[in-house]
């Protein structure tokens, strides 16, 4: 057995800081000991594909990001691992427990499956991994072959953990409940305006040391129409993994103010990513949800944001501040200011986009490397 300690300390030595993650049995003693640490931060996710995404915005600033979760979740961080951190070139570390180990004691059967192949699916999937290492003496050899890879190809690596791995440690802190925020739902508006005015809008009020995360699809293309600059990054796949990506760059940049303009549709795919969001509270986050009512970047199919109200359901995840603006107007006034609390504005847009609508001429890897040394 390992020291949770012992594997922390040697791992901040080498610039990790930000963990996320969905807890297991297996991994309860570092879980414990981030949460209880001053100096390292753990924020926990709602699925592991949001853990992935909250580490890789972390990354962006600087601070290297830890995906900790049980490999029954694997397949749900499967897309933000193929199309997010290898896309845009986004190296962490993934901790990956080896619940229903056919070479171990017996698990319960819903474990049987993936224990069988998670090996075989990081191999599918292009993720190089080691067995999480079992003496304090070993830490450090895999660390290094770890941060190694993640320098010389900017992608992830993963390090597959048995059970009875770390010593137990018990949580000494106590938890931080938060109570929900006070905010009132302003209610559904009538679209007025389409995207792009929207996008337009927001241009001027959005100041080049404040960062901006565009949802995948005509969002980002749209955003690129408007202007192209070194603080903006275009998500390609990794649909719903925006509002994460955004926290992990919010969450350890806290002096930079952070925009997301996510996408009704990307929004519902990952509904917990909001109860994360109102949870953590960035005081530096706005969260602009685009709100057409259509999958409008894959054929015009409905949604079903017609049927809710977000603004109710931002406001009961715990979002301080949440406003509603259907037009250009409206929505550059409610975020021109900097606010001291985590803002979401609920924005209705009518369909439509350009004819000729551009894609970025920018490759995802340079839009990732180019937003770093922004950030630097």
């Not at 070139?89 to 901790?95: A, E, G, K, Q, S």
């Not at 998500?235 to 940049?253: D, N, W, Y």
């Not at 250009?328 to 975020?335: E, I, P």
Request: proline share 7%.
């Amino acid at each position: 057995m390992i020291d949770a300690d012992r594997f922390l300390s040697e791992a901040r030595e080498r610039g990790f800081g930000m963990y996320a993650g969905v807890p297991c049995s297996y991994l309860k003693p570092f879980i414990n000991r981030v949460i209880d640490s001053d100096v390292l931060r753990y924020v926990g996710a709602a699925n592991e594909g949001e853990a992935v995404a909250i580490a890789a915005g972390a990354e962006l600033t600087g601070t290297r990001g830890v995906a900790l979760f049980q490999n029954s979740g694997l397949g749900n961080a499967v897309n933000p691992l193929t199309s997010l951190t290898e896309t845009f070139r986004i190296p962490i570390l993934v901790i990956t427990t080896l619940r229903g180990d056919p070479d171990g004691d017996a698990d319960e059967p819903q474990h049987a499956r993936m224990g069988a192949i998670t090996r075989e699916l990081l191999d599918l999937v292009g993720i190089p991994w080691e067995h999480f290492p079992t003496e304090d003496a070993e830490v450090p050899a895999a660390l290094e072959c770890a941060v190694r890879h993640m320098d010389e190809h900017g992608t992830p690596y993963a390090l597959v953990m048995k059970k009875g791995t770390a010593a137990p440690r018990a949580l000494e802190s106590t938890a931080d409940v938060r109570p929900p925020a006070q905010a009132s739902a302003p209610g559904r508006l009538a679209p007025e305006m389409r995207r792009r005015d929207a996008l337009e809008a927001l241009r001027p009020v959005v100041h080049d040391d404040d960062i901006v995360i565009a949802s995948t699809g005509y969002t980002g293309r749209e955003l690129y129409a408007t202007g192209d600059r070194a603080n903006q990054l275009y998500m390609v796949g990794s649909m719903g993994c925006a509002s994460s990506l955004a926290l992990g760059v919010a969450l350890a940049r806290p002096e930079r103010r952070v925009f997301v303009l996510d996408g009704d549709g990307a929004a519902l795919m990952h509904m917990g990513a909001l109860a994360t969001i109102g949870y953590e509270r960035p005081a530096n986050l706005v969260h602009v949800l685009l709100d057409n009512g259509l999958h409008e970047s894959t054929g015009g199919q409905a949604t079903v944001s017609r049927s809710i109200d977000f603004g109710a359901i931002a406001a009961g995840c715990g979002y301080p501040r949440v406003h509603a603006a259907a037009t250009g107007d409206a929505l550059a006034a409610l975020v021109a200011t900097p606010s001291s609390e985590l803002t979401f504005v609920h924005v209705p847009l009518v369909p439509g986009i350009e004819s000729a609508l551009p894609r970025p001429t920018i490759t995802p890897a340079e839009v990732a490397a180019r937003l770093r040394a922004h950030l630097s």
